[in-house]
């Protein structure tokens, strides 16, 4: 199993979403993802090296952005957020 880090403004981005849901991402989504890192989908242009976990709760789409580091097992979370304007909010936040 992976461990994970998170970059600062995973915090607001949590802040964001319901609380229901944000438990549901803790609980569930993200231990999912520390066992099998590769699932998600490997991002690709100004986003190569960043992958792509996509799951939905509800009828709502979400997205864990992440880099992993196979040397040390660590997984950094980039960001989490809703699929709306999800990639081009993660590019603003990587220039």
Partial sequence: ???DLYHP???KDLKKLDKNVRNDIK???IPKLLLKPFEGEMLT???AGIRSYHFSIGR???RIAYSINENEH???M???A???SFYQILKRRFK
């Fill in 74 to 76: 660590i997984i950094k």
């Fill in 60 to 62: 709502v789409q979400y």
């Fill in 27 to 29: 609980e569930k989504w």
């Fill in 1 to 3: 199993m992976y461990k």
């Fill in 78 to 80: 980039l960001m989490i």
């Fill in 45 to 47: 242009g100004s986003l």
């Fill in 9 to 11: 403004a995973v915090k």
């Fill in 82 to 84: 809703k699929r709306e």
